[in-house]
């Protein structure tokens, strides 16, 4: 279910847990709020308004109350060493949309919906309780516990290669110089 609400001069379409940025309205954080002008409800039947549905009404709650980041307005003339600079922050109020309210009455649960959350009610009981035949437990089992050693053995195997390089580095790095110190006797001879 959904319905378009005005608020601040502009439009939104909003749904049951929607939060919404609209522009500041008074409320403290927590507060429970209620839009009035509401232009169209939606659901099974959509039901547009002229200019307002009639008896419908959009509940929320105040999430927040901020200001957005700050919009700097620049001006300049040129060769009139004329500038201005001049910073603005937009207040907003966030809203989570609790209830849509259709003739004061809050709309019921439509039967797609209804008989999905019994599905998933089912789905979610026949996963937890549901036995695994004893043919695939057991390798799973095996399995499990092979992952589990690797695992313990692993960062031991990782911390020995982390060493091993450091040291090989310095030795490589040592012949390394020695291999240019021949080199550069050779060509001196």
Do not use: C
């Amino acid at each position: 279910m959904f319905a378009v609400i005005k608020t601040g001069g502009k439009q939104y379409r909003v749904a049951a847990d929607d939060v919404i940025e609209i522009d500041k309205i008074a409320g403290e954080t927590g507060e429970a709020i209620a839009f009035g002008e509401v232009l169209a409800v939606g659901g099974e039947e959509t039901v547009l308004g002229t200019p307002t549905v009639a008896g419908a009404s959009v509940k929320g709650e105040v999430v927040e109350q901020g200001r957005k980041p700050t919009v700097i307005a620049f001006k300049k003339r040129r060769r009139k060493n004329s500038r201005r600079k001049r910073g603005h922050r937009q207040e907003f109020t966030l809203v989570r949309i609790t209830a849509i309210l259709s003739d004061g009455k809050e709309q019921p649960k439509s039967a797609k919906a209804k008989v999905e959350a019994k599905a998933e009610t089912k789905s979610a009981a026949d996963d937890a309780g549901a036995a695994k035949p004893s043919g695939e437990s057991e390798p799973a089992a095996a399995g499990a516990a092979s992952s589990s050693e690797a695992e313990a053995a692993a960062p031991a195997e990782q911390a020995s290669k982390a060493r091993k390089p450091r040291a090989e580095s310095k030795a490589s790095g040592a012949s390394a110089e020695s291999g240019k110190n021949q080199a550069s006797e050779d060509t001196s001879k």
